[in-house]
């Protein structure tokens, strides 16, 4: 079930990134972390961690606020140190905010994490959780022989590369000949 809530949550965020892109016009439309599928782990990390909060925590709120966007910072900043140490690149900088830890969360954000944190954890959760436990096995299995496959061969060219612009392999595919 952890894997599901992993790649719901990592697609969600894809989503999100994308829509937020959109809107404020970003020089990063697309938002890749993987070569292929359409994730940002950073979220589904995030969900794993806010998931795995007391149930006490969820009844109060305003507690599920500030505890689910402090566990969603700390998962953005570890994945942020993780890749800018691992592959020498940034998928986010918030270096232009007050407050921010090494351009890789901020006050600011970390109170939109806690807004996604507790609508995540009160509302959507509850709805996808019974459609998540309907998966049969086999396909978890190939979802994660998928998602090790990508994650390797994304990291290696991350690796190599040391910008996520690698990642966008679809860049002159509609091009004009």
Not at 67 to 80: D, K, Q, R, S, T
Request: hydrophobic share 55%; with cysteine; net charge positive.
């Amino acid at each position: 079930m952890n894997l599901w809530i992993f790649l719901t949550y990592s697609f969600f965020g894809f989503v999100l990134e994308v829509v937020y892109a959109r809107l404020t016009r970003s020089e990063k439309p697309d938002r890749k972390c993987l070569l292929v599928l359409p994730l940002c782990p950073v979220y589904g990390l995030a969900a794993l961690g806010i998931l795995a909060l007391p149930k006490a925590v969820e009844a109060v709120p305003l507690l599920l606020f500030f505890a689910g966007g402090g566990v969603a910072a700390l998962a953005e900043y570890a994945v942020g140190v993780f890749t800018r140490y691992a592959f020498g690149v940034d998928f986010w900088d918030y270096s232009m905010f007050k407050g921010n830890i090494h351009g890789l969360v901020c006050p600011l954000f970390a109170l939109f994490w806690g807004a996604l944190a507790a609508a995540g954890r009160l509302w959507l959760h509850p709805a996808v959780s019974p459609l998540l436990e309907t998966l049969p096995g086999w396909l978890g299995a190939a979802a994660a022989a998928a998602l090790a496959v990508d994650v390797t061969v994304s990291a290696l060219l991350l690796r190599r590369r040391r910008d996520p612009a690698c990642l966008r392999w679809y860049d002159g595919l509609l091009q004009p000949l």
